[in-house]
């Protein structure tokens, strides 16, 4: 299983981090020990004093694919789900004025909370305009809609599965919007989809 992520997707956020807005998807990856389950807390790295929250709607891979063509692309996920995309901002940053690869930055274990699925045949099959959101310390801190996206689902696994075969399990972090910003010791992160509960944690 390997969970591949997409950055800058949202406007307003690549301009609040001065990043030009991308003509093609820009995707990184995670490995599996990045994955954090069932509202497990994140305990904070001593390697990072600016650990960002990002929250984002996940995709599930269904089928194993390559070369999807857009058109298709629908046919491998059937439910969507919220995470947030731990970035270490202080580490990338420095990877980026280098010119090095994000991944110490990106990667790191449990770097990826992942919360619960929600079939899209109980919405609709509608997957463009999914709001979503989150908390921290029960007050808005990240809010978006996937309507916003510069590259939508069906565009990114087009994309992605030119270079990286798709195989059952795979997960796809799909950018976030706007709002990023720290976390700390005793933070309570709570996300919704569509105003559902999808993940409640908190960061030790
Ligand atoms: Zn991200």
Redesign the pocket.
């Known amino acids: 299983m390997k969970i591949i992520?997409?950055?800058r997707n949202y406007a307003d956020h690549a301009k609040e981090l001065e990043n030009a807005v991308p003509s093609e998807p820009v995707f990184f990856m995670k490995p599996d020990s990045a994955l954090l389950l069932n509202n497990q807390p994140f305990y904070l790295p001593d390697f990072s004093n600016d650990v960002h929250h990002?929250v984002?709607v996940v995709v599930r891979i269904n089928r194993l694919g390559k070369h999807i063509e857009e058109k298709f692309a629908h046919r491998y996920y059937n439910e969507i789900g919220l995470g947030i995309?731990f970035?270490a901002r202080d580490i990338q940053k420095k990877c980026k004025e280098k010119g090095l690869p994000w991944e110490i930055a990106?990667a790191f274990d449990s770097s990826a909370p992942l919360g619960k699925f929600l079939k899209l045949e109980k919405m609709g099959n509608n997957v463009n305009s999914l709001q979503f959101r989150l908390d921290k310390n029960h007050e808005l801190a990240q809010e978006g809609n996937m309507a916003d996206m510069i590259f939508p689902i069906d565009k990114i696994i087009a994309y992605v599965s030119k270079f990286v075969t798709l195989k059952i399990g795979d997960l796809i972090?799909t950018?976030?919007p706007a709002g990023v910003g720290p976390v700390k010791i005793g933070d309570t992160l709570i996300g919704y989809l569509e105003g559902q509960e999808m993940f409640n944690f908190e960061i030790k």
């Open positions: 992520c997409i950055g990002e984002e995309d970035t990106k972090y950018g976030t």
